[in-house]
């Protein structure tokens, strides 16, 4: 088992970190495209989480790391365990990004934590971000990352569930292209989601892996749309099983008082992700 020294993780506690970057017309509408959706109409509020795209950590090709992620240290505590997931998080939407808004980013580490797991040790790395335009903030975010160990085995598909029933649901097909799309449009280089050979010898995976953030944009939109295009107040999520590609799956949400229940499913019904969204 990795030793882990967490008392000088811990000193990143309160590190910080600002970055700005443009809402351009090119970045909405591949964002757009990306979605299956229309191009952007000027002076329209933008999809959500479309803030997932600007100001990515990039670095050059000496400081990336064997997985295609920068390097461990700088800014994020240099976690001494290899494999790294985004595991959730939660957002609060509270103004609309446009086209033409010039937008900061504040970064802070709010928390780093231990422990042991089936897998081995696991190291949590809680991050709050807050976005604002001249406008004002638009965006708070928790973001939860959780780093651990290599895989001993091979990583499989979460067992098959029972047929949920849903108010709505959109099918995605999981195609190479679709990965490849978002990863360029976040600037993500983690091998996982492109280099299929890096993703099954590597990391123990039995295909390319669906980025997280993905699911969670197309949960949040379908909210907003079946709130007729009111973004949700508060946006939960968090991952509960890798999604892989080769097969559609599905982004799905029931409504309850105050908002909504979402989940993604896999083509055998298998939740890979869930999410809440209050109005």
Request: charged fraction near 25%; charge should be neutral.
């Amino acid at each position: 088992m990795t030793e882990v020294d967490i008392a000088r993780l811990r000193r990143w506690i309160g590190r910080e970190e600002r970055k700005t970057d443009v809402v351009t017309v090119g970045l909405a509408d591949r964002f757009r495209a990306t979605l299956g959706g229309r191009a952007v109409a000027p002076g329209e509020a933008l999809p959500l989480a479309i803030h997932w795209c600007l100001a990515p950590a990039a670095v050059p090709p000496e400081e990336i790391g064997s997985d295609g992620h920068p390097a461990r240290g700088g800014f994020l505590p240099p976690v001494p365990l290899p494999r790294r997931m985004w595991a959730g998080g939660a957002l609060e939407f509270l103004l609309p990004l446009q086209v033409g808004d010039t937008v900061e980013r504040l970064s802070r580490i709010a928390d780093v934590s231990e422990k042991v797991g089936r897998t081995g040790r696991l190291v949590f790395v809680t991050v709050e971000h807050e976005i604002s335009t001249d406008a004002g903030l638009a965006v708070s975010e928790r973001q939860d990352l959780v780093y651990r160990e290599a895989q001993a085995a091979s990583v499989s598909p979460a067992a098959p569930g029972a047929p949920r029933p849903a108010d709505a649901s959109l099918a995605v097909d999981a195609t190479t292209t679709l990965l490849f799309r978002y990863s360029a449009l976040t600037f993500n280089g983690h091998r996982i989601h492109y280099d299929r050979d890096y993703a099954r010898s590597v990391e123990g995976y039995p295909g390319l892996v669906v980025h997280g953030p993905l699911q969670a944009t197309l949960l949040a939109n379908l909210a907003a749309r079946l709130a007729d295009g009111r973004p949700p107040r508060r946006f939960v999520y968090r991952g509960v099983s890798p999604l892989f590609d080769g097969a559609p799956f599905t982004a799905n949400a029931v409504r309850r008082d105050g908002g909504f229940d979402l989940w993604c499913a896999d083509s055998r019904g298998a939740a890979t992700m869930t999410a809440t969204a209050e109005s």
